[in-house]
């Protein structure tokens, strides 16, 4: 009856009344623990919290003398109470006692009961479980990974059904690196919770992360045919499909998120995930149309990752060899300052600051080389601990991967090679890790084109495997593979590593179409030569070079 009242004082917003009625029922019998407890709540809910603190700890004061199991019971919910208004306070120290505390009480109540019904030893081994994984989460954040694997492991111990800790479990696994624990973990949630999206998605990320695509595509197939609207596990399957060189099936994955809500195609998730597809598919223009309508609303969660996407595309729009002199000299001016405006609406310091000295690089000018330089040299030295760094598990030197290649790309647009050189044996030596895969890869093509111009095929042919193991889909690494045939005069090899890169492109970067007709018509493919001359001339009448080099001369060899 108590309760009713109160809950219609609250519900009416109410709260000084039942504020008053509640401390005149706990001045009529203070025995009462959970008059105390609903009191508390209300405090705790107004804000009040020293209030709040005050009446939980007259609640254990008025319960010492009771040690029955529904005393102790009391005991375990005040300490949890008081744990969650600590936490509303700040004051995390106190939290984790009272937590402490609570689990002495709980682990009390279970020696109590152990001659109870099973299902009153399930219920109190669950309250057990959940005391255990809070401690745990606490530990987490505070980066006191030991503690809180303690933590969840007793947890698990109590109710080894408890997929809470199960799923924190795995993420703590996860980011450490110890990726057979995690993939332990999220197996044994997916046998409790076989529908648990968030297991099925650390799962698959973990095949990702292990270079094993296949199982990674089969996991990622399995949530998004269930969920097609997760836009999360889409964006990564994009990913995904990419490295594993089958970004074809993307188009029917977004037919299947069109389909599920009438309203998906406005969602700003699946135009990030569009645009990456495009992007990644050498489709520049309507890559930045997707992230354009992706990036609104300006709070949203996918805006700033589309604002990235968009000021990359601005700085290497058909996503070149940053680092080599463009057949034709292109004005870039309007799209630097393009990307410059756009570098004011990124929040993330570190990627910003990053982007900042690439638009110098992008710039081409010599002065701007030398304030990129200065620029990572200042984020390296500004991140030493280096957190979003390759480091290797053995204790070797952590690396910064993303500023070790922009200096080395800075210095060989500067003529330094010996210099851009030694920054880039440093990456290959570091362990690859997926969250920097890009950046790897650039330095791999990068120190691989060094070693091509040095007559080092050997070693230039085992980064760009390493590439082409990273990302199936790496044109730019099959187009490298066709250069090293090309200067060894083995032009049916040649024309089919660049073969697999005219694909890749789309059949629309004309350098790459240059050179596959050129090596078709070395090759003694005549027939393949002029159909890639006519699809790069259609593009680019004017190309130059193609029309006189290998068009003529092919259609010349082609008459009796």
Not at 452 to 473: P, R, T, V
Request: hydrophobic content about 35%.
């Amino acid at each position: 009856y108590q309760r009713r009242v109160h809950g219609a004082l609250v519900t009416t917003h109410d709260y000084e009344k039942a504020i008053v009625y509640y401390r005149n029922a706990v001045a009529a019998d203070p025995t009462k623990t959970f008059l105390r407890h609903d009191l508390a709540n209300l405090y705790w809910r107004l804000g009040s919290f020293d209030k709040a603190e005050q009446t939980l700890k007259e609640a254990l004061n008025q319960k010492k003398q009771v040690e029955d199991i529904s005393g102790t019971m009391h005991k375990v919910k005040t300490m949890l109470l008081l744990a969650k208004v600590h936490k509303s306070a700040n004051e995390v120290k106190g939290a984790i006692d009272d937590l402490i505390q609570a689990r002495v009480f709980q682990n009390t109540v279970l020696n109590k009961i152990r001659g109870e019904q099973p299902d009153i030893i399930y219920q109190q081994r669950n309250v057990a479980a959940n005391i255990c994984f809070e401690l745990g989460e606490y530990y987490c954040d505070q980066r006191s990974d030991d503690k809180a694997m303690t933590f969840y492991n007793e947890a698990l111990k109590q109710d080894e059904t408890h997929d809470k800790s199960m799923l924190a479990l795995a993420k703590l696994y996860l980011r450490k690196g110890e990726y057979e624990g995690c993939e332990h973990q999220c197996n044994a949630l997916l046998r409790v919770d076989p529908s648990n999206e968030e297991a099925t998605m650390m799962l698959a990320d973990l095949m990702f992360r292990k270079n094993k695509f296949e199982d990674a595509i089969y996991h990622f197939q399995q949530l998004l045919e269930k969920k097609p609207s997760n836009y999360e596990a889409l964006v990564q399957f994009v990913q995904l499909l990419r490295r594993a060189g089958r970004l074809y099936e993307c188009p029917k994955y977004f037919k299947l998120a069109e389909k599920a809500h009438t309203r998906a195609r406005l969602d700003p998730g699946l135009h990030f995930a569009k645009g990456l597809y495009n992007r990644f598919s050498n489709n520049p223009r309507e890559a930045l149309r997707e992230f354009i309508l992706g990036r609104h609303p300006k709070d949203g969660a996918w805006s700033e990752k589309c604002i990235i996407n968009m000021i990359e595309i601005y700085l290497n729009p058909e996503n070149e060899n940053i680092w080599e002199e463009p057949d034709d000299k292109i004005d870039v001016t309007e799209n630097v300052k393009t990307a410059e405006k756009l570098l004011k609406e990124v929040s993330d310091r570190n990627k910003k600051a990053l982007l900042e000295a690439y638009s110098l690089i992008a710039s081409k000018r010599k002065e701007n080389m030398e304030k990129a330089l200065t620029k990572f040299y200042e984020i390296m030295t500004n991140d030493r601990s280096a957190p979003s760094s390759a480091a290797s598990p053995n204790g070797a030197e952590k690396v910064n991967v993303p500023c070790l290649v922009g200096m080395a790309t800075a210095l060989q647009m500067m003529k330094q090679t010996p210099k851009a050189r030694n920054h880039l044996k440093r990456v290959a030596k570091a362990p690859y890790n997926q969250e920097e895969a890009d950046d790897f890869e650039r330095g791999w093509l990068l120190l691989a084109d060094i070693y091509i111009s040095g007559g080092k095929f050997d070693l230039a042919q085992e980064l760009l495997k390493k590439a082409l193991q990273a990302n199936k889909s790496c044109g730019r690494a099959w187009e490298f593979m066709g250069l090293i045939y090309e200067k060894e005069q083995s032009y049916r090899d040649a024309a089919d590593c660049y073969e697999n890169a005219w694909r890749l492109v789309n059949e629309v970067d004309p350098g790459i179409g240059y050179k596959l007709a050129f090596n078709y018509l070395k090759a003694k493919r005549l027939v393949n030569a002029i159909d890639v001359c006519q699809k790069v001339l259609t593009q680019h009448p004017n190309y130059p070079k193609i029309k006189k080099d290998v068009l003529e001369k092919a259609r010349s060899l082609l008459r009796p």
